[in-house]
């Protein structure tokens, strides 16, 4: 349910209603529009005496969230949420530009790249310490040893971070390093690990699952909200279906789509969202005219010498000329690309 508040509602009007709210066995949270505020009341709806919640004193109206998912909801929240992690901004006419590797392979691989993305105006980095692979016998990721050139790379360049975290036990240590906490696709529905990143303070970039539906992408952001974590980044990666010519399929409907049922910032990722590398500007170009409020691509010095998904990795000269072409259309659609 929604509890609005009228205009002239008080602060103590605002907390006696929250209390009111918790004392029916709901969760109450708040929600500061520019107009006035909403409250929240999360959990099971048909608890009796709900409406009893009308007659309190600053309450305008009740009414139902008819989305399964509520705090993600535009019925909670109309205007759409812009995240800010230091360099990072995505929403509000800005459109976020996170690069890097794929997979951090050494210092000089990851500051080099940093360097070279920054040069190109990317918002933030992005390097994976820890690597989910489809095989066992894959690099795994560089770790602990991998988040400290991370640190070290917004130390020189001022971009804030961004990597993937792929348990629960892992996200105290990666949250010291990192700004932006990464769940991957294969972790969209790992539940123990959305509640542990709703629990931490850093910004949540949650992948779609590549067979997850998007209630059920948007009821995994909902974990993460539920959990006090209120600034969540969705981010499309493209799904599986029977088409094999390239690795996933990336429909960029889903931005308009999303944009439409949620108020949470959406990115596109067209590097894993095709899977090689000349079909990645178009798709970066397309993603940023169909709306989304950032792009996440994958950019190394030398693709052909990548531990993981060179096939699909840009090189410096790539990621310029991306960037380049990318300015030009967010300029069509009246944003701007970065923050620098
Ligand atoms: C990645 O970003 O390198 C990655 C593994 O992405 P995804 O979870 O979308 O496959
Ligand atoms: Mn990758």
Redesign the pocket.
């Known amino acids: 349910m929604i509890v609005v508040m009228k205009h002239t509602a008080t602060e103590q009007d605002i907390e006696a209603t929250a209390k009111n709210i918790e004392a029916l066995g709901l969760k109450a949270v708040k929600i500061q529009g520019t107009e006035r505020t909403v409250i929240a009341a999360v959990g099971e709806e048909r608890v009796a005496g709900i409406s009893s919640l009308e007659s309190c004193p600053g309450v305008d109206e009740v009414l139902p969230i008819v989305a399964p998912y509520k705090l993600a909801s535009r019925e909670l929240k109309p205007e759409p949420t812009t995240s800010i992690t230091g360099s990072l901004v995505c929403g509000n006419g800005t459109v976020g530009v996170i690069a890097g590797p ?1 997979s951090i392979e050494s210092e000089e691989q990851l500051m080099s790249t940093a360097r070279a993305v920054k040069k190109s105006g990317a918002s933030a980095i992005r390097g ?1 310490a820890f690597k ?1 692979r489809t095989s066992p016998y894959s690099f795994q990721g560089m770790k602990e040893e991998g988040l400290k050139l991370l640190a070290q790379a917004r130390q020189e360049t001022g971009l804030a971070v961004v990597t ?1 975290v792929v348990s629960p036990d892992d996200v105290e240590l990666v949250a010291e390093y990192a700004d932006v906490l ?1 769940i ?3 972790n969209m529905q790992n539940y123990r690990l959305l509640e542990a990143v709703g629990k931490s303070t850093r910004t949540a970039l949650l ?1 779609r699952g590549p067979s997850a539906t998007i209630n059920e992408w948007l009821l995994a952001a909902e974990y993460i909200l539920d959990g006090g974590n209120q600034n969540v980044i969705l981010c499309e ?1 493209g799904i599986r279906t029977f088409e094999s010519h390239t690795r996933f399929t990336l429909p960029l409907a889903t931005v308009p789509y999303v944009q439409q049922k949620t108020h949470l910032p959406i990115i596109v ?1 067209p590097s ?1 969202g095709t899977g090689h590398t000349h079909l990645v500007p178009a798709m970066s170009r397309a993603s940023i005219a169909a709306g989304a409020d950032g792009i996440i691509v994958e950019v190394h010095p030398n693709p052909d010498k990548a531990l993981s ?1 060179g096939y699909q990795s840009l090189t410096f000269q790539q990621f310029e000329e991306t960037m380049q072409s990318c300015r030009t259309i967010a300029e069509a659609m009246q944003r701007q690309l970065g923050t620098f």
Do not use: F, I, L, T
């Open positions: 794929c994976g989910p993937e990464q991957g696709a294969r992948k990666r990722d894993h998904d």
